[in-house]
């Protein structure tokens, strides 16, 4: 099964030798992390909240990309793992004491299991029935939760500790990226990528080469799901409370997919890019809620038909041209 | 525990709901079925139908069981250019493309009913929509079987149309092998975009129902979308009878489950039976209808 | 690598017992049995649908069997999906290559090889590739992304891909078509070369010249069923395969005609289907032109510049194996692919790149390969969807004379299209195309898959069709009756028209057969 949208060739472009290349991610993502690191204290209040949401976006949509663009398994059903890490982390910290860190761990855990769960289900579907099942996944969830009076039902749980100041909020948020950025660099550049996207390109071949695609299948969808649902053990921490519609909402779907599909799915930079520019386009139309998002849809649909492989895409095949096109 | 009243009643508002459930996944299956689209807008196309009775109610008065044709026809007016220049485009970029364009169709639609009518709830109102009918033993609303009655028309008449016209037979053609449909002369773009037109107006119409016995926001199309293709699931892609069976069975099991366990259930139940469905469906079915 | 258990002594590598595959009504493998000793070459020859590629998903284990055993090295796989097989040690290429587009030549293989050794180092991975890539000649292209090949050069891939699972079985599906005489010597030297490292390789192939030097056991294959076994030598010398390869009615034997199937064709009026040209002069333009067409999908290049004409009430032929472009010259003119280069035009009109339906709306039918009927119709909807623009009257006009010229078709009129017997969809298939009253008829591969007395039934309509005067273009494997029939033909080769002329002279022209059997030994 293809990515979204089916790519022209790209050429491919003359890189440094492969050991290079594939050193060149673990020597300048610690440094950049560090940089970022230390110049938080430096950030306004303001900078403050667009940082964190950014890294969130950021986290979400890596774990979305992994999922969508490396393994071709489009999923609507982000907000079920969203939501179930925030639940998860609310329920938890009771006390002070209590260790963030745990608490959005098991957030992904929990994640992880629902994900464990429906994946003998989930998996036997493929194309729009994988597609239009994850949506119903998550929808149903989010039904069960405001029905659900264990769980605080339609007005939801509040968190019973204070969050954090603002600032180790984002360093946190940024400690969740690094964490992100590992795992999805991990499972991109190495071997694992290889036999992903084999399934990913065609499932019937990946099996006559002796793939097995439920298992490659299930890893990346374990993979994905903890990440989603760490971040959203983190946005709880962060608001303080947790409801049906604002955690198991389809926001969050949207969001994420936007930020991918435009930035550039199956790359590996695609969520940054695409991140930084929906965060800048909330920013200028912040007073303009539903605009913003009208002007998103629109924006999604251009770079689909125009644009497949999103902004990121766009530039590489940009540079390809300049430097003489080679085949 | 329950009396027999109160069950019969809800058996048959359930069966009536049903009914009109499947006029409004009656559009989704066809395109489904024919186009190979899956059209996540359709929850939309629904509100949109529902927005339109209303402000035409309201702006010249005309009742929204009689205005259903307008209504139908402005939807199908909508989505042919919608459908010509969005979608058809994409025809030769395999089924997610154009999926995810119809995902952004309708995040742009929510938004503009958020900004042109506001986050407030509506319902269309008419003097008979609420008023008590008394059928032997069951009370029913009249809007009920009013649009049971509508439903069922408008589904033989759609059968009709694709089983007995040529234009049907050019549409069940197209679905079954679009290259050699246009080899015998069908112009297969042409058939793509009536039938989408012909999705629309039918969601838009089931809209205007939806919104008469209930009541609407600018999100709701969310929920109609997946009870929709809970329906298509259920009853087979591309099957009128299909659909209508399909919509009666959920519209009864949702009646029942709000009868039992709470009416913030039903919709919950629609989609477990859903997933159910899709879990269940046989590997050979459901791969023999995915390209 | 594989912890099987050796196998007692004498147990042959591959058996297959009794194997059968339903699609529904279709039965796609008949009772086929084979067995493939240690070190053996086989190959499987037989026509176009006669159900090799079947076979070969069967025993790669892409789908399972609706009855029937298979034994690898002793070990009963017929439960194990194609993952499991693979693991074992079964290599199989596609006939229609299928390499990961979005990966590199060399991550194609890669993943064969990290499937089985996952912890292997990555640098002795990447040289065991290399090697391979070496070998079938694709050393250049090692970063190139798949999408980028050309079909010949994925058909290479498809074979380094399997050869990176270090399989003891390699299932060879069609590597030959489509090469020229140096490419396949170099394609020879290889499975040659292959030899020395696998236990046995099974390839299905039309060229026979492969099939001669490669294989020491030969099987045929026709209508799902095994109709031969023996030595390569025995079995081309049979009268087997001048029956599959040269046409049927060379001394087959003659089966009785099926209780529920009519016999003679009628004699009908046919004008109402048939639009008969007013007898043109020789400077009129031609009904059909193609000027040096070239086309192909994607990176494959299919015709490679296509020059033909056919005049107002003439008979072509178009002949030539598999892999010469007969179809893709088919949908060429139908308007199904548009060409990359050329001009096509009808009474002298450019129509080139013109929409399929608008093709047909010319006048142009298409009797299409495969039949292509329309299963949610029924057989009269599947006749009246293609009368065109015309009244209600003279649309049931015309249906009547189907029906009159096919009576089968009469009885069944109400019935699914597909729920026939394949004959009797091909009559269907025939009669849809005249409901448009076409000036000229494209009938691809009508043969396929069909019996011989069903074939003399269809070619007696022809027959009929072409005493009315009606403009024919038939694409055929089955030469015999293809020459009985036409005028002028036309015999290609690697996507060119290799051979020119009146149906007469063509028949008696050692070339013709050279094309088609390979040099004469």
Redesign the interface.
């Known amino acids: 099964m ?6 022209a ?4 472009v003359p890189t440094a030798s492969p050991s290079a290349q594939r050193l060149w991610p673990w020597a300048t993502l610690p440094v950049l992390f560090i940089v970022l690191a230390a110049s938080v204290p430096l950030l306004s209040d303001y900078g403050l909240e667009i940082a964190f949401r950014l890294l969130l976006l950021i986290t979400l949509a890596e774990a979305w990309n992994l999922l969508a663009g490396y393994g071709g398994l ?1 999923s609507l059903g982000t907000a079920s793992f969203f939501g179930l890490g925030a639940y998860t982390l609310t329920k938890l910290l009771s006390d002070p004491s209590d260790s963030i860190i745990l608490a959005m761990l098991a957030g992904g855990v929990v994640a992880a299991l629902m994900a464990l769960l429906v994946s003998r ?1 989930v998996f ?6 994988f ?3 994850t ?3 998550a ?2 969830l989010r ?2 939760m ?2 659900y009076r264990g769980l605080g039902g339609a007005s939801g749980l509040f968190l019973a500790v204070d969050p954090p100041a603002q600032r180790e909020m984002v360093w946190l948020a940024l400690g969740l990226l690094a964490f992100a950025t590992l795992v999805v660099t991990l499972a991109t550049a190495t ?1 694992f990528s ?2 992903l ?2 399934v ?3 499932e ?10 439920f298992r490659i299948k299930l890893i990346a969808f374990l993979l994905a799901s903890t990440l989603t649902g760490m971040a959203g053990a983190l946005q709880a921490l962060k608001v303080g409370t947790v409801e049906p519609y604002g955690t198991f909402g ?1 926001q969050w779907t ?1 969001a994420v ?1 936007s930020v991918v ?1 435009i930035g550039g799915q ?1 790359l590996r930079l695609g969520p940054a890019v695409g991140a930084v520019f929906l965060v800048a386009l909330s920013e200028l139309l912040a007073e303009y809620p ?2 913003q ?2 002007l ?3 924006i ?2 251009g770079v ?2 125009l644009a ?1 492989l999103g902004l990121v895409g766009l530039v590489q095949r940009l540079l390809a041209r300049k430097k003489g096109g080679t ?1 | 525990m329950w009396s027999f009243d109160v069950v019969a009643n809800s058996v048959a508002s359930g069966v009536l709901l049903g009914g009109m459930l499947a006029l409004t996944a009656l559009g989704l299956s066809i395109s489904l079925g024919v186009m190979r689209l899956v059209n996540l807008a359709h929850g939309e196309f629904l509100v949109a139908g529902a927005y339109l009775a209303y402000y035409l109610l309201q702006v010249t008065g005309i009742d929204p069981i009689l205005g259903l044709p307008l209504v139908g026809l402005a939807l199908a007016a909508l989505a042919w250019p919608l459908q010509q220049w969005l979608i058809a485009p994409l025809s030769n970029k395999g089924m997610e493309a154009p999926m995810m364009t119809m995902f952004g169709v309708s995040i742009i639609l929510q938004n503009l009913y958020l900004l042109m009518f506001t986050a407030d709830t509506r319902a269309i109102d008419t003097p008979y929509a609420a008023r008590a009918l008394h059928v032997g033993p069951v009370t029913v609303s009249a809007i009920y079987l009013i649009g049971f009655a509508i439903s069922c028309v408008l589904l033989v008449s759609v059968h009709l149309l694709v089983s007995r016209t040529s234009f049907g037979r050019e549409l069940r053609a197209s679905s079954a092998d679009p290259v050699a449909a246009a080899a015998m002369g069908v112009d297969v773009k042409r058939v793509h975009g009536l039938t989408f037109a012909l999705g629309a107006a039918c969601a838009a119409m089931g809209g205007v129902l939806m919104g008469t016995a209930f009541s609407f926001t600018p999100t709701t199309g969310a929920t109609y979308l997946l009870i929709s293709f809970a329906v298509v699931v259920l009853g087979g892609v591309g099957n009128i009878f299909g659909t209508l069976v399909a919509g009666i069975s959920l519209g009864l099991l949702q009646s029942l489950a709000a009868m039992v366990l709470g009416d913030g259930y039903r919709d919950l139940v629609g989609l477990v039976i859903f997933l159910l469905a899709l879990a269940l469906r046989p590997q050979g079915i459901v791969a023999a209808k995915v390209r | 690598m594989n912890a099987v258990l050796e196998p007692a002594a004498g147990t042959p590598l591959l058996r297959a017992e009794g194997l059968v595959k339903r699609y529904g009504g279709v039965v796609a493998t008949d009772q086929v049995s084979l067995t493939l000793g240690h070190g053996e070459v086989m190959g499987i020859i037989g026509p176009n649908g006669a159900g090799k590629s079947t076979l070969f998903g069967l025993l790669g284990g892409a789908f399972a069997p609706s009855a029937g055993t298979i034994e690898f090295n002793g070990e009963d796989i017929t439960a194990l999906p194609a993952a499991e097989r693979a693991r074992r040690g079964i290599g199989r290429t596609y006939q229609i290559p299928r390499p990961f587009l979005d990966m590199t030549v060399r991550e194609n293989l890669l993943a064969a090889r990290f499937s089985l050794h996952p912890f292997e180092a990555g640098r002795v991975a990447r040289a065991a590739c290399d090697d391979i890539l070496e070998r079938v000649g694709l050393a250049d292209v090692g970063a190139l992304q798949a999408r980028g090949l050309p079909l010949l050069r994925r058909k290479r891939l498809e074979v380094a891909r399997a050869l990176a699972l270090k399989p003891r079985l390699l299932l060879l599906d069609e590597v030959g078509a489509g090469l020229v005489d140096a490419e396949v010597t170099e394609l020879i030297d290889v499975i040659q070369g292959l030899r020395q490292e696998l236990d046995g390789i099974i390839i299905i192939e039309h060229v026979l010249r492969v099939v001669r030097e490669c294989c020491e056991r030969l099987a045929v294959i026709n209508f799902g069923r095994k109709f031969a076994d023996g030595t390569t030598a025995e079995v081309l010398a049979s009268d087997e395969v001048a029956a599959v390869y040269l046409g049927t009615a060379h001394g087959a034997p003659k089966a009785t005609p099926a209780a529920n199937e009519t016999a003679a064709t009628p004699q009908v009026d046919l004008a109402p289907l048939v639009s008969m040209a007013p007898r043109q002069d020789a400077a009129a333009p031609p009904l059909l032109e193609l000027d040096n067409v070239h086309a192909g999908y994607g990176q494959a290049r299919v015709l490679n510049g296509i020059s033909l004409r056919v005049r107002a009430g003439q008979v072509v032929a178009i002949l030539g194996t598999n892999g010469a472009g007969k179809t893709t010259l088919a949908n060429v003119i139908s308007g199904t692919i548009k060409p990359t280069a050329g001009h096509m035009r009808v009474d002298g009109q450019d129509i080139t790149g013109l929409g399929a339906h608008r093709i047909a709306r010319l006048g142009l039918s298409q009797c299409m390969e495969g039949r292509r009927i329309f299963a949610p119709l029924s057989v009269e909807e599947n006749l009246m969807l293609a009368a065109r623009d015309v009244t209600p009257g003279e649309k049931a006009l015309r249906r009547d004379l189907v029906f009159q010229l096919f009576p089968d078709l009469k009885e069944r009129r109400h019935n699914a299209g597909t729920s026939m017997s394949g004959g009797q969809q091909q009559m269907l298939a025939i009669g849809r195309a005249l409901m448009s009253r076409p000036r000229l008829v494209l009938f691809d591969e009508i043969s396929l898959g069909l019996a011989p007395v069903v074939m003399d039934r269809l070619y007696e309509s022809l027959a009929v069709l072409r005493a009315a005067g009606l403009t024919m273009l038939i694409v055929e494997q089955d030469v015999e009756r293809a020459l009985a029939l036409a005028d002028e033909v036309h015999v290609m080769e690697h996507g060119r028209i290799a051979l020119s002329g009146p149906a007469a002279q063509i028949r008696e022209d050692p070339m013709l057969r050279h094309l088609y059997i390979g040099t004469a030994d």
């Open positions: 293809s990515a979204i949208v089916s790519r060739p790209v050429p491919a489009v289900a036997r579907l493929r194309g729009l029935y597609t239009v099942g949506l119903a996944l929808e149903a039904l069960f405001v029905n071997r290889i036999l996207r084999a990913r390109d065609d019937d071949a990946a099996n006559q080469i002796g793939i097995r695609p389809i949207v997919l599909i199956g539903a605009l998002l009208a998103t849809g629109a999604l649909i689909i038909r497949p085949r």
